[in-house]
């Protein structure tokens, strides 16, 4: 009895953690606005690196910024490692007090029962988590994550203190027909009608074109800047300028460390990326989280 007790009280104290930091942080970026919103880089492993193999990315990763002067005040960091990795990752960040967020790559929809090789909001935000990735094309295509599933992960991802990354972006017909825009506007509409001013603010956007996924294809700087000007004329439409100005959009789709300056200087409404298979490798990872904050501040 005294057992489940600690136990309960041990999440609630985790979810509490959890949500006061994501209060802090989002008051930070609201208060400074568009030109200033921070800069975010996401590294998704997808299925990569076990829970050792995280352990030494992150400690290399903390070293090869440490030893670059790395300014964490305006820029943040997050990881997405496999489920069986995100224990090893919390208890490295917690114990060396390192200033990287980190999060999961998806979420059940369900907070518990017997639901088999699922994992629900809560139990991720006991784990201290501050992101969870819904409706990346690889889930949406794999996996029955259609749009009324996404719904409810948003829910659920927003009920537990954390940030969800949505992932939109068109294929490669959509964009041979010219309605590249209009898909990916249409897929935050569908995920995102039912959600009150306040709960979009504490949206993700990443722009994703599957063509570019894991493809060595990317997007051109222009197309990243009209996606994401769409998007933010969409929140503009449906919720306020200041929730438009106040959502961080991020580019995705071999992103690297050659790409990574140009996108971000000639795409001003792109805060960052999401990265896959460049976040794998920490020398490749840190450069581009360095390339990024230094381009973001000279939009100041």
Known sequence: MMAAVR???????????????????????????????????????????DHREATYFVQKLAWLLRDAHFDYEDCDIALLPPFTSIRSVQVLVEADRLHVDYGAQTVSVTAQGAFTGDVSADMLSALGCRYVLVGHSERRRYHSDDDANLVDQVR????????PILCVGEGYEERREGIELDYAVGQVEDITRDLSEEDA??????????WAIGTGLVATPQSAQD????????LTRTYSPETAQTVRILYGGSVTAQNATLIMNEARDMDGFLIGGASLNPEEFSSIIRLTHKAAKKRV
């Open 7 to 49: 136990s309960f009280l041990q999440r609630i104290a985790a979810i509490f953690y959890t949500r006061t930091l994501f209060y802090t942080r989002t008051q930070k970026s609201e208060h400074n606005m568009s030109s200033t919103r921070r800069p975010l880089i996401v590294g998704n492993w997808k299925m990569n690196l």
């Open 156 to 163: 659920a991802v927003l009920a537990d203190g954390m940030q």
């Open 201 to 210: 603010r504490k949206m993700i956007i990443a722009y994703e074109p599957v």
């Open 227 to 234: 996606a994401a000007a769409a998007i933010r004329t969409h």
